[in-house]
DNA sequence: AATGAATGAGAATTCATTCAT
DNA sequence: CATGAATGAATTCTCATTCAT
């Protein structure tokens, strides 16, 4: 990479784990980095873009040394995890910006490619520790190796915070057994006690799959939105080429919703279509219905 | 609470909840709420006042009921940290979008005292935490005190993401216990083994330190401000007919401050030359500067 | 209409018909209305759209007078054809600023929209022409109604730019009976001399077609645009997520073309899906495309 | 020339040709011609003056073979303007893409001496057919020579555009005696039957100067256009503490001009301020000012 | 109380032009 | 000659806030 590109990058970061994303202009990164505003779209198409290249950048970096740990199979489990601990707070502290703006603006949901990049990540995170949890505690830990791993998800989560502020009162070989002896507590009992698990694949997975699709209410059925928005539409005064427009793309719209598995695509063209009616009530059905998907 | 002011407030908090602080505009807010975007400026002063408020009331509906429990000396202390848990998630699902829109931008540094609150209410968890630990485990568990503390609140922090996402699926009172057992634990363990803690006092306190005054201006004199200013214009590279004009302005500047009756022209006029220069630190100081008029 | 936005309307006419609509920005036609540059915002809502309302406005207004004439039967052809003549000249003068406009950028393709109704705009003149051409002068004229119709737009539009720059100097009664005593000329000359016309249907739909697809590299087919489609799609680097969506949206596509009568909305919504692809290449396709509606 | 810079110039051509002058960027004629967007400024000095020479270039091909046939006094005058449309047919072939940017942006008044160009262009070709038509028809045509000339023009512009779009589908020879006998058609008629001429050479003339002067300056001292300042901002309705701050900065402007070395900051200081008007008129004064430091 | 028109500062982005290599 | 990185002014557009009604 590119010096310019790098500094531009690095100050981005820094601009962003201080103020956030959206609080922080380009021409604050400009400045920062002692550059023209002009140049920073030399190098990133947008703003947008320079985030998307962020995370791109700060995650291969990051995730590489990662990896390379977490696959590493002549390393025994439980000192795998430790040092996978380890080595991610060494990256936090290497790494420190990028991980404070992830920490800052938790859900940067800036387009829906980086919403499914940061939810999969998460995702990604528990399959390890679930990975590492049967393979230090065997087949007994089974029932409790969801739990488990996002026990040591919150603790790990919890200490970062010290990791990032405070790094050099801190020994992180050490913090990283802490937690694996904590991680030990609470699986040993589990095991001997053998109470009833929290979480199990059938209610991570109903989680997943409400987190993906937030943003998303429902009060009343799509019918209901819909047959709403064609008496909003048919109360417009619109010309007449245009009322034609709108009305069948609702008429499509329904009967999408109709079949047994209605395509996305054809609901978000609707959509689109539609959308071109800038009335607020309609703007918010519009919404709504949009949450079906 | 006045209705109007109640349903904007609750607008407000699904739009933040939704799409960010920075991403919701007031127009949105206003036509989500179906008001128009003046009449929101009846009921608050500012965006920002509305986030101001906003936490306000979610804090205390949210705090009132945990501090009753907090503070009932009648319960036991273990049943009491299992109620205040099972509490803070019922109260998690009855203000989901205000939980929310902590959770998705989980630094709302709007200003200086939004800071302070929000810093404030994390160390009063941890308070609270550890006050509940020692009650619960006698002084032995004093040294593992923050770690407890740090510990449950990292777990407490891990399954709230569950509560929120798919609150219908889980037991708030099994929880609660469960994580009371885990709590136990960890707690009992470090009370046998007795390994060296990774928290203590000292280390929050550096901590706390570290993470309050990340920013931090102070009050100067208009003349410190000029003399800055000079400095800050020298210390740049400019052509030299710049430099000369901006210098000029500065001395046209402080001669007018010396003056017993400063022109406002003169003075706004220098300082609108001096903003040619776009260096950040100096559009600071010109602000300051301006604030003396 | 609101006065303001009129006001907006009729500056934006004088300042595109001065200096040319992309020579002309937003803070110009501000300043000159002597309104703020965001009071222009609320009223239209981006530059292209005025552009677009002030063909709205501009057509309707001229269209209205023009076609009450040309649809009045009661009157005699050619006396017809003199007031249409006359009348156009008296519409010129009064909306002078709007027709300078179309005189100086000749061609506003700021969208396919504009460019299908400029092109339009001038198939129904000649058609309108034609039509009396045959009722002036017979079935004999016949042979030569499309050349008659061109050569008597070419000498409006000849003339027309005189009435534009000095209308005070001309009556246009006088001026309409000279054009009409013009095309009596050349119509009779041509019926008696019986010539080989110059143009026939054939050609001005030939004409028609090259005139209509224009800008564009090669004429192909609807399909041969969407595999080009498909093609740059898969060629760029997207998230799983939105490529689905894309190719999707181009299956669906394909499917309506093939159908007998394709719905007019699912093309439209498709293309509205694809065109959250900003790429400079995809765009130009997909307006091809839409051409085919 | 140059291959490069005929490269150049024949990119440009068809750019401006396809989406007009002011919607292309070198950017994309330096890619269409596949060099470096800093190449095009070696052969180039600006935009503006490509496009001069475009002109140029453009001009003196089409040119010298027009004129060379036009001054030909061997050919007969009547077979002498038909080969002149022939040829000018032909030229529009060869040169397609040059005319069809004339074509769509009518009237590229990038500065004040392509204007006076394209309008003396305008007139000479009127002075051509003029000549022509005397030569032609005789004396007894002097009164409708003007005329002539104009109708001539008009359906010689009309069908070009049929020879642009679909130069195949026509035989120039054919057409441009067509349109020979077309123009016989109007004069012998004109010439039997005597009506009045629309056209003068006063009218001519009188059309020429409005047409010309559009746009003019005449030059004031700064004396005279700060009082003209003082006018306008005494005609505007201000709040009185922005009145007396820009009235105020009047007079140090005054004050400071009446000063045998005025001081550069201040006159800047004063114009900044009064740039918080954002009339054009009074944006217009102050850049004139501007200009006396 | 409520409205929505009006404002203007500031945001992202574009682009002609320059310049060191 | 050629390049492409760098610039900064200008442009379109957004949005919190104000204000007359």
Redesign the pocket.
Known sequence: MND?KRLILDTAIKCFANKGYHAT???EIADTAG?????L??YF????HLLISIFEHGFTEFMTKMQAIAGDSDIEPRERLIRLTEVQFEQFVENHDFIMMLFKEHALHINEDMKQFLFGLRAQTIETYRSHILAIYGEEARPYMLDGASLFSGLNHEYSQYVLFAPESLDFRKLAEFLADRLDDVMFSMIAKRPEPILSEAKIEQFAEKAKMFSFKKARTVYDEISLLRKLIEGLQLESAQREDLLSSIQVLEAEFDKPNPQKVIVKGMLAVLKSCKEKEIRQVLQHIEAYL
Not at 35 to 39: E, F, N, Q, R, V
Not at 45 to 48: A, D, F, R, T, Y
């Open positions: 310019k202009s380009i021409q550059i023209a505003k002009g140049s779209y030399f198409k947008s703003k947008e």
